[in-house]
């Protein structure tokens, strides 16, 4: 058996291993946190959030200690087809909880899209903005993303079977 045939299933061993622990940190993120990323896609919050920035979601039972000025994410309540990203705009009926929005760059109120907010349209505030990375994910959605995967396998083996040879010089 030559050295370059040995090397094979160690190349194998290491794409398994990367494919479970990017598997497992997905699934572990998902289960502790639900789904935490949004990425912005409208410029309605300019200049705080810009499209493309990543935003990470707190838990969704902070409802009640919302306060004005917060960022939150949560469903369009006319129809709940979309997900928006707007700040605390007022603060309705304390007893029942009713939120309105606005977002910072838009000149009013949207009706139904800012207003009304109850518990069930409420996903979670904003704890996080990671600028701009939500781009470089766009651009890598499929076919790119496989395209970039099988070049990564194809170097992983070249540089395995060229390590293969090397080492048969020797």
């Given at each position: 058996m030559s050295n370059s045939e040995s090397k094979l299933p160690t190349l194998i061993k290491d794409i398994i291993i990367i494919v479970i622990g990017v598997a497992i940190i997905f699934f572990v993120i998902q289960y502790v946190f639900g789904n935490p990323f949004y990425i912005v896609s409208s410029g309605s919050m300019i200049p705080v959030l810009n499209i493309g920035d990543i935003l990470i979601v707190g838990e969704k039972d902070t409802f009640d200690e919302l306060e004005l000025g917060d960022v939150i994410v949560f469903n369009r309540p006319a129809g709940h087809?979309?997900?928006i990203v707007h700040r605390v705009f007022k603060i309705l009926n304390e007893t029942e909880r009713?939120?309105?929005t606005k977002g910072d760059?838009?000149?009013g109120l949207i009706p139904g899209t800012?207003?009304?907010i109850k518990h069930d349209d409420f996903?979670?505030?904003v704890v996080y903005v990671?600028?701009?990375v939500g781009q470089v994910l766009k651009a890598l959605s499929p076919p790119v993303n496989y395209i970039l995967i099988a070049l990564i396998i194809g170097a992983m083996i070249f540089v395995n079977v060229r390590k293969g040879k090397k080492s048969?010089?020797?």
């Open positions: 087809d979309k997900v009713i939120i309105v760059a838009n000149d800012d207003f009304p996903i979670g505030q990671i600028p701009q048969q010089i020797q």
